[in-house]
């Protein structure tokens, strides 16, 4: 994965695929305070620590194929650039990934492209609930797609209509907030 939008998006897939009906992605990015994080947040079966540690191991999966490279590879990515991962669960409560990057380590990953991986998310999966937060510096954006629905009185969330408006509010505050 050559993106931070990429882990977001495995750690999310893991959480769908969890069983989650709510998941919270935040993301904050400060120059200043040298530091890029994002935590992905669901409601879904969760896991005990026994299966936690299994996780970190890149040759284990819970799904049919024959390893489980995204938590291994995201843990290795936030420690070259001077960071970490932390991960807390309780088994039919859901789990918390947060990852910690130094923002101005020349080993970090670009956070990528954002934009079309949360759109996306919500293209595909109108059953879930998502509240994504983007904080570039003291700057934030906030997306709650529950409150959305309510606004849309019956329209469909990922219509393509409402997707391309979602797209362009997450790029129109990426540009105005860029960190240069």
């Known amino acids: 994965m050559k993106e931070i939008s990429l ?15 709510s998941i919270e992605i935040n993301i904050r ?16 079966s969760g896991m005990d620590k026994t299966e936690i540690e299994k996780i970190l191991d890149p040759f284990y999966t819970s799904k049919n194929k024959k390893t489980g490279m995204g ?15 932390e991960i ?5 409560q859901g789990t918390t990934i947060l990852a910690l990057f130094e923002y101005n380590n020349i080993d970090r990953q670009p956070l ?21 937060t983007l904080q570039i510096e003291n700057n934030r954006f906030e997306l709650d797609t529950q409150e959305i629905k309510k606004v849309l ?8 209509e409402v997707i391309r408006f979602l797209d362009n509010k997450i790029d129109e505050f990426q540009n105005k907030n860029r960190i240069e």
């Open 7 to 21: 882990h977001i998006l495995d750690i999310v897939q893991n959480s769908i695929h969890a069983g989650s009906s």
């Open 29 to 44: 990015e400060s120059k200043i305070d040298d530091c890029l994080s994002f935590v992905v947040s669901d409601n879904g």
């Open 71 to 85: 938590i291994p590879l995201l843990k290795q990515h936030a420690e070259m650039a001077g960071g970490k991962i």
């Open 88 to 92: 807390s669960s309780e088994k039919g």
């Open 112 to 132: 990528g492209d954002i934009k079309s991986t949360i759109t996306g998310l919500i293209r595909t999966n109108p059953e879930i609930d998502f509240i994504f």
């Open 153 to 160: 009185e019956g329209i469909k969330i990922n219509t393509p």
